[in-house]
């Protein structure tokens, strides 16, 4: 046995040299999105010491290994420092410092130490961040890029009305079907098994359609019109309203961007007075639609948000510089709970972690790290605004609008829910800013505000 697993290990070996010298990063980093995204610890796991083996953890340092000999051998690109560098580091620091000051390795039974929070939901992403800032991304790795989450979505919406139709022998994997495992069973969840985590994946492969499918002209365009109705379908199955309107505004970027100047006004004013009169009108099953409960339950998870905002505030007055330390909002609020200067039912968030990532950056990083992260944002958004308004090839202004599009989609599953606890959520999003930050230092473009977007008819294949 020994003999044939030191075979298979000299085997491997030389197909990842192989690889290293010809192959493209690319299908490493999307087989790990993959595993992240799909087969994480509820799919397998083994323990090994503090922590638990996973295929993604497996397929991680697999991928740091290959991008490392990669880059040394093939890729060693100069790449000009940019200032979203910089924010990253300082908020990671910032992180850092916030979770060490405090009790960072233990935590109740309900929620995690810090520790795995800070390492899952910033740092690991950071890594990301890296490998998609420093390696080669041309035209034929950006098509790869949105033609697999373009699959992707397809196999996710297909996932989702099997999930809704109760079709449990056709969904894969098989842990979407165990209701016991994640989290919003009864609703589209994927093999995420968290419907947000979802959604946000979903909304992700909606704009990547939007932004590949025109490429190919006339069969492009029908295939786009055949995708889209099924994207959108298995996003409202999700039935929850932060994934409703991050897709509503991913795509409304994607159109804002790339629609000929003269539509712009008619069909983006048409979408805006659309829905607000479909919210005014609806406002009531909006916010107390059935799903896996009752629409009572629903309305009560929406009015708990003002019981968060409410103890937020009141946290952030005793802390407004340095916060009550990263990780430590689940403890720290117990004694704002007994307020009773308000008639807000502050006690039924007794159990739950923060709803709200921003406002809980600002209740446990204080001033200093919700400030960070909204610079880090920012410069993530001006490098894709760079992108996509400059002179460069298609596809790199179709990069820089595909990174304003996904941020788009982020942003309402951040004001909505704590996405730091949902570690392929921010391992796409880092990605995708790493990407964009580093092209746009690799092509220095140069920012013409009167640039005027392309009509999506006339996006054709880029040439590889």
């Known amino acids: ?222 295939l786009l019109a055949a995708l889209s109705p099924l994207f959108l379908l298995a996003i409202y199955l999700s039935y929850t309203r932060s994934v409703w309107i991050g897709a509503v505004l991913g795509l409304g970027v994607v159109l804002a961007l790339t629609l000929p100047r003269s539509w712009r006004p008619l069909v983006l004013g048409a979408g805006i007075v659309t829905g607000v009169a479909a919210l005014g009108l609806g406002w009531d099953k909006f916010m107390g639609f059935e799903r896996e409960y009752s629409a009572a339950g629903t309305r009560e998870s929406a009015s708990l948000r003002s019981s968060f905002v409410y103890v937020s505030w009141k946290m952030f007055l005793d802390h407004p510089l340095l916060g009550c330390g990263f990780g430590q909002f689940y403890v720290e609020k117990m004694p704002y709970l007994s307020d009773r200067s308000t008639e807000m039912e502050l006690e039924a968030i007794r159990p739950l972690i923060h709803h709200n990532m921003p406002l809980g950056l600002l209740t446990e990083t204080g001033v200093i790290g919700l400030g960070l992260f909204l610079a880090l944002v920012a410069a993530w958004s001006r490098d894709a605004w760079r992108l996509w308004n400059s002179d460069a090839d298609q596809w790199v202004r179709l990069q820089g609008a595909f990174c304003l599009a996904l941020l788009g989609v982020y942003l309402p599953q951040a004001l909505f829910h704590e996405i730091s606890y949902m570690n392929m959520v921010h391992m796409l999003l880092f990605f995708v800013a790493g990407v964009s930050t580093g092209l746009c230092q690799a092509q220095c473009v140069q920012w013409h505000p009167a640039r005027v977007a392309a009509p999506l008819s006339s996006w054709r294949a880029s040439p590889t």
């Open 1 to 222: 046995m020994a003999f044939i697993i030191f075979i298979a290990a000299l085997v491997s070996l030389v197909w990842l040299a192989a690889y290293v010298r010809r192959g493209s990063l690319i299908w490493a980093v999307l087989a790990f999105l993959l595993l992240n995204s799909s087969f994480g610890v509820y799919f397998w796991h083994a323990q090994a010491g503090p922590l638990p083996l996973t295929l993604d953890r497996i397929a991680l340092a697999v991928l740091l290994g290959v991008f490392a000999l990669h880059w040394k051998m093939v890729d060693r690109v100069a790449k000009p420092w940019a200032p979203a560098d910089t924010w990253l580091i300082a908020f990671l620091a910032a992180l850092m410092f916030s979770t060490f000051s405090h009790d960072w390795n233990s935590a109740p039974e309900e929620t995690v130490a810090p520790i795995w929070r800070l390492i899952t939901g910033y740092l690991s992403p950071a890594i990301i961040y890296v490998v998609g800032r420093q390696m080669s991304f041309g035209a034929r790795q950006s098509k790869q890029l949105l033609a697999a989450l373009t699959l992707f979505g397809v196999y996710l919406s297909i996932t989702a009305i099997f999930e809704i139709a109760g079709q449990w022998s056709l969904v894969f994997p098989k842990i979407i079907a165990e209701p016991t495992l994640g989290f919003h069973f009864g609703r589209a969840r994927g093999p995420m098994l968290h419907s947000v985590a979802f959604g946000f994946y979903l909304g992700a492969c909606l704009v990547a359609a939007w932004l590949w499918c025109p490429r190919y002209g006339r069969a492009g365009g029908l």
